[in-house]
């Protein structure tokens, strides 16, 4: 019963997209840049961690390509497109800490 509640707080909204990158990252990363790319322009993807809902990050405000860094926690994220037929391309860069 433990199992299947946490399985349904880890899921996105009804309509959003699962981003699963949680096999993908290294061990220990703290943030991720997320290079958002959008058609038409005046669209808004919104990205969120899986499970939390209200902690999203909008992105593209008419612009055709922004920047998001977001934290990483569980490697799970969810995408919310703000219109039913646009098209978005989402790609990730890590860098690393800097430390002096």
Known sequence: MNALIFLVA???QPGDRLLDLSGK???????????????PFYARVYVYEAGFPKDFQPCCGNKRTSVL???????????RQSQPKMTWKIRGTLKGSIEL
């Open 69 to 79: 860094n977001v934290p990483v926690r569980s490697g799970r994220f969810c995408v």
């Open 25 to 39: 990252l290294p061990p220990g990363l703290e943030s991720l840049d997320l290079v958002i790319s959008v058609e």
């Open 10 to 12: 880890l899921a996105c």
